[in-house]
């Protein structure tokens, strides 16, 4: 399990917003050909001038990954994933196979 907290301040000519986000970020290994990984996030704008209707839009809970890895073979690979994330956007260099836990804790 990993935990992290960040803060933002972003000002847009008259406009400004103060960000707050603690994330979560869970594995589990299932077997050495299994495992379960998540990332979730708590979302908080605790100042904006923005409106209301855009501070409810970005205040929540939200899944940036839920993903069920399975690796039968060397060279076969399989991820399932969910995501709820409004800030996510497909990224065509990310390395599927690898999972954000793989490297450090699901080693052999």
Same mark, same amino acid.
């Given at each position: 399990?990993?935990? $992290? @907290? $960040?803060?933002? *301040?972003?000002?847009?000519? /008259? =406009?400004? !917003?103060?960000?707050? &986000?603690? %994330? /979560? #970020? !869970?594995?589990? #290994?299932?077997?050495? #050909?299994?495992?379960?990984?998540?990332? %979730?996030?708590? &979302? =908080?704008?605790?100042y904006s001038t923005l409106g209301d209707s855009f501070n409810k839009s970005i205040n929540g809970i939200y899944i940036e990954s839920a993903r069920l890895n399975y690796q039968p073979s060397e060279d076969?690979?399989? $991820?399932?994933?969910? $995501?709820? +994330?409004?800030? =996510?956007? *497909?990224?065509? *260099?990310? +390395?599927?196979?690898?999972?954000? *836990?793989?490297?450090?804790? @699901?080693? /052999?």
């Open positions: 399990m990993n935990h $992290s @907290f $960040s803060m933002s *301040y972003s000002a847009m000519g /008259n =406009n400004g !917003i103060a960000l707050g &986000v603690y %994330t /979560n #970020k !869970i594995g589990y #290994k299932f077997s050495d #050909k299994l495992d379960f990984q998540m990332e %979730t996030s708590f &979302v =908080n704008l605790p076969f690979n399989m $991820s399932i994933e969910f $995501s709820n +994330s409004p800030f =996510n956007y *497909y990224n065509r *260099y990310r +390395s599927y196979g690898r999972g954000f *836990y793989r490297d450090r804790f @699901f080693r /052999n």
